[in-house]
């Protein structure tokens, strides 16, 4: 679990970098500039792990690029203290950015070898959100509701079911969109019924998957 005074140095660039892309948020800035985004990567990668692009990670799926998280995580308006539900842990690098900044993480994956693998990482790493192995469609209703929701994976439609574990008051951030770009959308859940969105322009995420295999 080496991180080294240039690992260092590359994030700090990687920080610059996504703060000239018009990130404000000082929070997810320092979160992205002390997680050290080389261990979430297979060794080949490491020399560019700190690139402003995502990666694959294996089973067809990536790390996403950091401006992409940043920007996601800025638009969720994380306090300390909320208790998050990420749809889409896939390597563990978002969930740790939203626990670097006090949240209460819980996170589901759909493969359940990304899963170990994340879950394992991450207890190396001292990181200790929720993990789970699941339908990402369903949410979890168990640990409902939350004051956010970050879907990290382009969904064909806003899914009912993570509407319901929103709490009133709460935002929801989602990818949404066939084929190969998504509009993001940011939901305010005003009522029980009723919600604001707002649309935050294109982004290319891989699919989110239903059933678990």
Known sequence: MTDTYRHQGLRRKLVETIKSKGIRDERV???IGKIPRHLFLDSSFTEIAYQDKPFPIGLGQTISQP????????????????KIL?????SGYQACVLFEMGAKVFSIERHRELHKKSK?????????????????????????PFDKILVTAGAPEIPD????????????VIPVGKG????????KKTSDSEFEKEE????RFV???GKKD
């Not at 190969?180 to 939901?187: C, E, N, T, W, Y």
């Open 207 to 209: 699919p989110l998957l």
């Open 67 to 82: 401006y992409t998280v940043a920007f996601q995580t800025e638009l969720l308006e994380v306090k300390p203290g909320d």
């Open 29 to 31: 800035l320092d979160a």
């Open 180 to 187: 190969g770009s998504q509009v993001m959308f940011r939901l």
């Open 200 to 203: 935050f322009g294109h982004f």
């Open 161 to 172: 079911d993570l509407l319901k574990q929103l709490k009133v008051g709460g935002f929801m």
């Open 86 to 90: 990420e749809i889409g842990t896939g």
């Open 120 to 144: 394992a990482l991450l207890n190396k790493m001292g990181y200790t959100p929720k993990l789970f192995y699941g339908d990402g469609y369903k949410g979890l209703p168990t640990f409902a």
